[in-house]
């Protein structure tokens, strides 16, 4: 019985993502909003790489609808993640972000899946350097008042590596 149920949740589940309406933005629509959205990438990591908390805000949707999960596992809202950022750029004194490749998809005319790769270099108070040459991050990201804005994020990596 527990078998039939679960197989008709995951026919019911599935048959919702073939019926949703397919995007409807046309080519170059999409590299309008592809530039837009690398933009708004550079905005958080310039705020990054500044420790600027104020200004990387601005580039996440502040609603119950943020969801981001940290590399180690954790599962925050916005108000959640700011307070984490904060925290961790007390403990930095550099940060350098370089950008290897980005890819885009379209799921909707206003919402898009940015998955970025890149590396981290960190220098921490205490002295120490660490580097993460393989870290990714996927962006959902969705039009709100007319400004592409993070509604979602999970980010991998590599642990960090001391530089020697």
């Not at 046309?26 to 990438?41: G, M, P």
């Not at 206003?110 to 996927?138: A, H, P, R, Y």
């Amino acid at each position: 019985m527990k078998k039939n149920l679960f197989i008709i949740l995951v026919l019911f589940f599935f048959s919702g993502w073939t019926n949703q309406k397919a995007s409807q933005i046309n080519l170059q629509e999409q590299e309008t909003a592809k530039k837009e959205i690398r933009e708004v990438v550079n905005v958080i990591f310039r705020s990054l790489e500044k420790m600027d908390i104020e200004a990387l805000s601005q580039s996440y949707s502040d609603s119950t609808n943020y969801i981001l999960i940290a590399t180690d596992g954790t599962i925050a809202d916005y108000q959640v993640a700011k307070n984490h950022h904060a925290i961790w750029f007390k403990s930095l004194s550099s940060l350098k972000i370089t950008p290897i490749k980005d890819e885009f998809r379209f799921l909707a005319d206003n919402i898009v899946v940015c998955s970025w790769q890149g590396k981290f270099e960190m220098s921490l108070k205490t002295g120490k350097k660490l580097k993460i040459d393989k870290f990714g991050i996927t962006f959902i990201f969705t039009r709100i008042d007319n400004q592409w804005k993070v509604i979602y994020q999970h980010s991998s990596a590599l642990p960090p590596v001391q530089e020697k």
